[in-house]
């Protein structure tokens, strides 16, 4: 949502977390709806091991930010120019990972809201 416009979005569709060497490739697509924009969407970003444990980080590379969730739940923080996005990872159970952002900057003020639920893709016959 933004909280200067009061334009509110949804994004619909899928995500891969996949074992790529010693690293896990996280990769999501689907739909979007905000403002003006109708269409399609996608990220792909990665989680690594870090020194301190974990990392996500962009698909070029670049950090996103610390990940550990150890104990269920993982306060994260990102800079991007002026722009201070904080959040949360929470488990809330062996299948469900909700993921909550604030966005703070001179153009932005946002709340985004995720909740990523495992499915099973197996075949069944």
Do not use: N
């Not at 949804?10 to 010693?22: K, L, M, N, Q, W």
């Amino acid at each position: 949502m933004d909280l200067r416009s009061g334009h509110e979005g949804d994004f619909t569709g899928t995500a891969s977390f996949e074992p790529d060497g010693d690293r896990l490739r996280w990769a999501e697509t689907g739909r979007m709806r905000f403002g003006g924009h109708d269409g399609p969407a996608a990220r792909r970003l990665s989680i690594a091991r870090d020194p301190g444990g974990w990392i996500v980080e962009f698909e070029d590379g670049r950090p996103f930010h610390a990940l550990d969730l150890e104990t269920g739940a993982c306060a994260v923080e990102h800079r991007c120019g002026d722009d201070l996005y904080t959040g949360e990872y929470r488990l809330l159970g062996p299948d469900v990972l909700d993921v909550r952002w604030r966005v703070r900057g001179p153009r932005k003020e946002q709340e985004i809201h995720t909740t990523y639920r495992r499915i099973d893709l197996a075949p069944t016959g």
